[in-house]
């Protein structure tokens, strides 16, 4: 089995937005900003390859919204999904299992397209999309706070194009890929924990986004249940620590993974690295 990043483009967000309470003074010593106080952040996506299978966790912000809306987030970069399946030799057809962590815009919107008929068709035609009955239930009758993230177009098409599948516990989705549940950004997140080699790599998602919110103030003002995302890291923080896990940033522009050890002031970042770097390819 095999994992590889497929970056999809990078975007740009408030900075104090994506640190919650924490102070500018002291967020941006480990995340930089620009004169405009918006911090760069990627769409890194997983691709794993075992065998036939070819599991894509997460699809970037894709590109059908209008630029206005893509206006708000600053999109740059070179990198879409295609190009990054592309230098690997694979298409969007190769892809047989989709795994959305949440259905957030910027985790989701690559999984649906407009065809050439401007109608809404799932994007990778042979794929099997799959995320949390507790996240797809919240997504379809958002609460009014993650109502702008949930956008009808990423999601409805799933359904009407029977493609979807649920689940509402943590198991083991496929061979070596378990799926844990974690609320607080949203209810039913995925994080999906891929054991290479018997090395464990966890997919963080939206529960740490980066490097800088390892520590435990570190908390988007997106979340909805800010308390709720404390008790969960505790939560992460104790199996990645028991498993070793290497944690996967699908956000932090800078870092693409990192081990964990702990120090006198909580658990933070030993060393980062990238998934090329670690499984030494060129
Ligand atoms: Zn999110």
Known sequence: MEIYAIETGNFKLDGGAM???????MWQKVYPADENNLCSWAMRCLLVVDGDRKVLIDTGVGNKQSDKFFGHYYLYGDSTLEKSLGKLGFSVDDITDVLLTHLHFDHCGGSIKYNVNKELVPAFPNATFHTSKQQWDWA????RRESASFLKENILPLLEHKKLHLFDNEH???PNIFVKLFNGHTDGQVIPVITVNEQAFAFTADLFPSTAHLPMPYIMSYDTRPLVTLEDRK????DAMENNYILFFEHDLYNECCTLHETEKGIRA???FTLDE?????
Not at 140 to 143: R, S, V
Request: aromatic content about 24%.
């Open 278 to 282: 670690y499984f030494k390819r060129s």
């Open 140 to 143: 379809t009758k958002p609460n």
């Open 270 to 272: 030993k060393n980062t």
């Open 19 to 25: 640190f919650g309470v924490v102070p500018k003074v």
């Open 172 to 174: 083991e989705l496929f």
């Open 235 to 238: 939560r992460f923080f104790k």
